[in-house]
């Protein structure tokens, strides 16, 4: 996607003109690409939620959302006998939800919490999701406890969560004020774009062409990235511009505040979020991570906000200053990431009745997101993702992480080149961090087992890495490799039978398998020398 002047020689279909930026049709192809693609959008890694989808962050949640619980019993604000609901926007593939319960029950269970009914509720606008959901192995369980659920929820239009079973939460249905979950959502939201210039402040509008002459399918998939987009600016009056009096003056205030420079409002998300807080009575916390701006100051000086292309959909920076700003207004606490300088940043609002200041939940946040948090991490990790540490230290990394599978999976082969002659003590602390990086697992597009299965075997404990390997073939199909680090398994489980078999079938599956030939040849030769040397039975007597 290119802001510059279609090519004069070129044929170009003209598919919208100085359209207000939040009504473009670059909308209605990010809806439908998600839409089309549903769960498979994450698992083709077409769109990135490393940051964001892992044990860490999932833990720090966890955290703030317990001292939130415990400021509400505090304040006299819970009623125990009620459900809390917690609730994910874009809601993805289903793991941080999986990692976020896992974590909130361990500390819930060992708290005066303990009783509290928490039901964990993932949304999206398609119906696809739901299902591909149900299907998840990991997910059906937390189902069938009435812990988790599943619900539709468009954030242009809803007023209610419709349920998969056929219920819904809807306007004053939540005795408790609601918890909310926005990863990687308020990116994707439809957001307004505006520009202040010499004082003045500008609406953006956006003409779209496609190229050749048409008719344009809207429906392709790939269809974005061929898009060449172009822009002009409108005087506006901030005064009035919305209808709702918070947005006005926020532009207002933005016009006198800001200089020179385009920024983008969060209207969507912010009238999805006041949606779901009114489930409540109005009453909630948000928790959001994302890329975006959290001060003031950072809105400044921008030529442009851009759009991140990936495959067909695209992203932009969150304004968490305006999302924060609104809730401050409606009376409201708002804490976000200090550092500027950070890719990943999390965002807390929270609003409840007059007066209310929350201070044990912000405090818990500062702790957990300033002073160490998931974005200092994130950026940390990357800093070790192309070099080789040695195990004791990438040991410490996992630790830092809660054992995150993801980081495991990331850094398998350089673990696995380091198993050979290590110390005994060494030997168990790896072991240990696979069973816990094994019981954070959620199954998705990291075939994990498999992994874990190799690491296993380098460290000569073959009966523990082909249980991994069956696992990874059962969850993920056989393959080749598979088949070949199973038939090594009971090779060095010394069940030559089973390898022989398992070795056949790598070479079926691929019959110029050079390593499947060498192996089949290798154990069969050792066969016929074992018969060879096969002494007669003596004869009685």
Not at 26 to 40: A, I, K, N, S, V
Not at 401 to 421: I, K, M, N, T
């Amino acid at each position: 996607m290119s802001t510059d002047e279609p090519a004069r020689d070129g044929r170009w279909t003209v598919l919208e003109q100085d359209q207000r930026f939040s009504r473009s049709v670059l909308w209605r192809l990010q809806r439908t690409y998600y839409d089309r693609q549903g769960p498979r959008a994450w698992h083709d890694r077409e769109v990135p939620n490393d940051a964001t989808c892992n044990t860490y962050l999932a833990a720090a949640y966890a955290e703030v959302v317990i001292a939130y619980l415990h400021e509400l019993v505090r304040t006299g604000k819970l009623v125990a006998t009620a459900p809390v609901h917690v609730v994910e926007l874009g809601a993805g593939v289903g793991a941080f939800a999986a990692y976020f319960l896992r974590a909130l029950d361990e500390l819930r269970r060992a708290s005066s919490l303990r009783d509290l009914d928490v039901r964990y509720v993932m949304t999206d606008f398609t119906p696809s999701n739901l299902r591909r959901w149900g299907e998840h192995p990991q997910l059906r369980p937390l189902v069938d406890d009435g812990r988790l659920a599943f619900g539709t929820f468009d954030v242009d239009a809803d007023d209610a969560i419709a349920l998969a079973d056929g219920a819904a939460l809807g306007p004053g249905s939540c005795a408790n004020p609601v918890v909310i979950v926005a990863n990687y959502a308020f990116d994707a939201f439809r957001q307004e774009l505006f520009r202040v210039h010499a004082g003045a402040l500008q609406e953006v509008r956006v003409t779209t062409r496609a190229p050749g002459d048409g008719p344009v399918d809207l429906a392709r998939l790939d269809l974005l990235a061929t898009l060449r987009t172009q822009y002009r600016y409108q005087d506006v009056d901030a005064a009035g511009y919305h209808g709702n009096p918070i947005h006005d003056q926020l532009l207002a205030a933005y016009q006198a505040r800001l200089v020179d420079t385009t920024f983008t409002m969060p209207v969507v998300g912010l009238d999805a979020v006041e949606r779901l807080l009114a489930l409540a009575g109005g009453r909630g916390l948000l928790l959001s991570s994302d890329k975006g701006y959290t001060q003031a100051d950072e809105l400044d000086h921008r030529a442009h906000q851009p759009m991140q292309l990936h495959a067909g959909c695209f992203s932009m920076m969150v304004n968490y200053h305006a999302i924060g700003s609104y809730f401050e207004a409606r009376g409201g606490v708002y804490a976000a990431t200090s550092r500027r300088a950070l890719n990943l940043k999390t965002a807390l609002c929270v609003r409840g009745d007059a007066g209310d200041d929350f201070v044990d939940t912000v405090a818990m946040f500062r702790r957990r997101f300033d002073e160490f948090g998931p974005g200092e991490l994130y950026e940390y990790l990357e800093l070790w993702r192309a070099r080789e540490a040695p195990l004791d230290q990438f040991l410490a990394l996992l630790r830092l992480s809660g054992y995150d599978p993801g980081l495991f999976h990331q850094r398998a082969e350089l673990v696995r080149r380091q198993c050979h002659g290590i110390t005994d003590a060494l030997s168990v602390e790896l072991r240990v961090a696979i069973d816990r990086v094994w019981a954070n697992y959620f199954a998705g597009l990291q075939n994990l087992p498999y992994e874990l299965g190799r690491v296993l075997l380098a460290l000569d404990r073959p009966h523990e890495a082909a249980r991994f390997h069956h696992f990874a073939i059962d969850w993920y199909g056989e393959s080749p490799a598979a088949c070949l680090s199973l038939g090594a398994c009971y090779y060095h489980a010394e069940d030559p039978a089973q390898a022989l078999r398992w070795f056949q079938r790598a070479r079926n599956l691929q019959p110029d398998l050079a390593v499947a030939h060498q192996w089949i040849a290798r154990i069969e030769a050792e066969g016929e020398r074992a018969a060879a040397r096969t002494f007669p039975a003596p004869s009685p007597g």
